[in-house]
């Protein structure tokens, strides 16, 4: 039963772009979430389509995309994509996922 609690908990995503290889996977896996800038590294975009560019800046993960998320975390190269819960910012996926 707490597997369903958690799943359902809000979850917010953001990406190191000191760390981002300019891969794009995770555009492929969620073009929804994650888009490469100009810059060729990639971003967190919201439900407006606008990129959030500022360092740590996070949009929240959609329900029917987290797989396609959690997907992007674990086959980024440059491990540079973090998943936290929201109500108390601990990571959940990515590198310093407990």
Same mark, same amino acid.
């Given at each position: 039963m707490s597997g369903t %609690? #958690? #799943?359902a908990e809000p979850l917010e995503v953001w990406i190191d772009q000191d760390l @981002? %290889?300019?891969d794009g996977i995770c #555009? /492929?896996?969620a073009p929804e979430v994650f888009e490469l800038d100009i810059d060729g590294l990639a971003y967190v975009k919201g439900e407006d389509d606008e990129l959030r560019q500022q360092p740590g800046? %996070? $949009?929240r993960v959609p329900l029917t995309l987290l /797989? =396609?998320?959690v997907d992007s $975390?674990? =086959? @980024?190269?440059g491990d540079c994509i973090h998943v936290r819960r929201v109500n108390d910012r601990v990571e959940v996926f990515g590198p310093d996922a407990e």
């Open positions: %609690t #958690a #799943a @981002c %290889t300019g #555009a /492929q896996y800046e %996070t $949009v /797989q =396609d998320v $975390v674990k =086959d @980024c190269p």
